[in-house]
Nanobody, 124 residues
């Protein structure tokens, strides 16, 4: 089983910085990818950043240049360094692990695992 626990959310002023962490338990496979999503009240959950097992990264345009995703495989921990925070960044941030599996016919499927989320509020 996989369990994800986020931490690091806080109330910060615009322009401030915050570092989110996601601790994973259980076995993490080589093909697993991990990422961060966020959801504001009344909005759908949206993609923020993702990192593959090969450390390739992808970012939403709204956070590119301000956020940095990284992972420590030995500690099984995912990070999101957030700089130059804006009010629009206010949301609950969720850690995600995407796992690819193969069924008995050899067809690939995927499963998403989520943490409970951590609140980030950017306000003066």
């Amino acid at each position: 089983q996989v369990q994800l626990v986020e931490s690091g959310g806080d109330l910060v002023q615009p322009g401030g910085s915050l570092r989110l962490s996601c601790a994973a338990s259980g076995i993490i496979f080589s093909l697993d990818t991990m990422g961060w999503y966020r959801q504001a009240p009344g909005k759908e959950r949206e993609f923020v950043a993702r990192i593959t097992s090969g450390t390739m990264t992808n970012y939403a345009d709204s956070v590119k240049g301000r956020f940095t995703i990284s992972r420590d495989s030995a500690k099984k921990t995912l990070y999101l360094q957030m700089n130059s925070l804006k009010a629009e960044d206010t949301a609950v941030y969720y850690c995600n692990l995407r796992r690819f599996t193969t069924d008995y016919l050899g067809r690939e499927t995927q499963s998403d695992y989520w943490g409970q989320g951590t609140q980030v509020t950017v306000s003066s």
